[in-house]
T-cell receptor
Framework: GQQVMQIPQYQHVQEGEDFTTYCNSS?????IQWYKQRPGGHPVFLIQ?????EVKKQKRLTFQFGEAKKNSSLHITATQTTDVGTYFC??????????????FGQGTILTVHP | NAGVTQTPKFRVLKTGQSMTLLCAQD?????MYWYRQDPGMGLRLIHY???????AKGEVPDGYNVSRLKKQNFLLGLESAAPSQTSVYFC?????????FGPGTRLTVT
């Protein structure tokens, strides 16, 4: 079945440093989503990428979808303590619907030291 | 709007006991999902529903049953709880695409 791998599992940074997490799928994806989960909280939707090579920005966050639609990345510029949490990527398999089985990566736990 | 709500928030069961987790959404979403979250495992899909009266198996359905009798509610049942079902359970709903999660239920089976 479809597998989505995320690296690194953990990342510790000093406030102000940049952070990147990578997501790789074993199969081609129709789209990819990113979620953030604060400690003790629930996942919150950040963004969805659909097109090959797509790049989207949200303030200090930059999301990319690979040309082959099998990988994605999230980059945070100049991290702040409010960025602390677990970042998940999740994808729908190519040829599937946008409401069926969304496969999540294991997540990257980000710690920001002030 | 309350969004997605889950009851209960916490529960402790003994092995072999049964229980039902309730998920409710007030956003008129067609699609609803049940996930479990374990350390280092991410979110794994248990069952999902694409509309009232429908259910389908996800990645880890064994030991769980679900029902979607009303569009706004999605119930997850454990008929005979096992320690391996100790986890945090999240419900989510979706109009199509992005998913909206509830606050979660922390279940411990002893």
């Amino acid at each position: 079945g479809q597998q989505v791998m995320q690296i690194p599992q953990y990342q510790h940074v000093q406030e102000g440093e940049d952070f990147t997490t990578y997501c790789n799928s074993s199969t081609t994806l129709s789209n990819i989503q990113w979620y953030k989960q604060r400690p003790g909280g629930h996942p919150v939707f950040l963004i969805q990428l659909v097109k090959s090579g797509e790049v989207k920005k949200q303030k200090r966050l930059t999301f990319q979808f690979g040309e082959a639609k099998k990988n994605s990345s999230l980059h945070i510029t100049a991290t702040q303590t409010t960025d602390v949490g677990t970042y998940f990527c999740a994808g729908y398999g190519a040829g599937g619907t946008s409401y069926g089985k969304l496969t999540f990566g294991q997540g990257t736990i980000l710690t920001v030291h002030p | 709007n309350a969004g997605v709500t889950q009851t209960p928030k916490f529960r402790v069961l003994k092995t072999g006991q049964s229980m039902t987790l309730l998920c409710a959404q007030d956003m008129n979403h067609e699609y609803m999902y049940w996930y479990r979250q374990d350390p280092g495992m991410g979110l794994r899909l248990i069952h999902y529903s694409v509309g009232e009266g429908t259910t389908a198996k996800g990645e880890v359905p064994d030991g769980y049953n679900v029902s979607r009798l009303k569009k706004q509610n999605f119930l997850l049942g454990l008929e005979s709880a096992a320690p391996s079902q100790t986890s945090v359970y999240f419900c989510a709903s979706s109009p199509e695409g992005e998913q909206y999660f509830g606050p979660g239920t922390r279940l411990t089976v002893t």
